[in-house]
């Protein structure tokens, strides 16, 4: 028998399951406001935002609630998203922070009377994880679960405020000028149909570059805390700290806002207030144990 002197054909480059991503996007849409709002979606629909045929769709779904990820009512037959999606969820980090969290953001509405935020960054986005109501405080919005541009929020500012300078410039030049989502941060529209001048953030000069964004980086790190004037709402400010896990890495922030006229004279007494209770939280998660 003759040996066999051909190369060996190298492997190809790995590619990832496009059956996965297809049946993730199945799951996005079910996890969206409209399935939400709806208790859940019918195929048809669900075949309509992820553009796919009806019954692959309905094929796939059928898969997926045999194992738990999707549930479908037996009532309307709409799905919706499922009890092991869920019980999965609630073993990631992320999950366990916001148990951790809860004592603690409710200690800053029994001291501020507004309600408090666990914040985390997604991207250029800072995602609201869980939010503890004030009673005191009418809030018409739920922030749960809502997704905002960064850059320009007090939470945005101090989730990225240990960054290195280096990846602090990268991730400015690609986030730091997002006004698509953003209203221009030196202008506001107003009931008339014209612009108005945001006022000036209580002495500081607003942010309109990279440099701007440094020195803000640099009060957050020598403060523990970030403020914000009416530069991502008009008429609203806030303040947020940072929430260190036991690496002594920032992986949230603890966030107040509220209408200027309740907050706006009492800024950095709430936020020295916040810094504090954020770092019992951090503590709790295994931060500062080198300092003991």
Known sequence: MMEDTSPAVAPGPRRNSAGLRRDFELMEALGSAEAESSGGLGVVRVAELVNRDKGIVSRTLATLAEVGLVARDPVTQNYRLGYQLY???????????VR???????????????????????????????????????????WEGVSTAAWQTSSGRVLVSDWADEDLRRWYDVHGHDTAVLRPFATVANPAGGLESLPPRQGRPRITDFAGFRTEM??????????????FEKGVVGVSAPV??????????????APKPRLGAHLEEVGALTARIARELSAELGAFQSEQ
Request: proline share 1%; glycine share 6%.
């Open 218 to 231: 640099l009060r957050i790190r020598a403060h523990g805390y970030a403020t914000v004037n009416e530069e």
């Open 87 to 97: 019980a999965l969820a609630a073993r990631t980090l992320e999950a366990q922070l």
């Open 100 to 142: 951790a969290s809860v004592p603690y953001l409710r200690r800053v509405v029994t001291a501020t009377r507004e309600t408090a935020n666990l914040c985390v960054l997604r991207g250029g986005n800072v995602l609201t994880l869980s939010s503890q109501m004030s009673e005191y405080a009418f809030r018409g919005v739920g």
């Open 244 to 257: 260190l896990d036991f690496r002594q890495n920032i992986v949230a922030a603890i966030n107040v806002s």
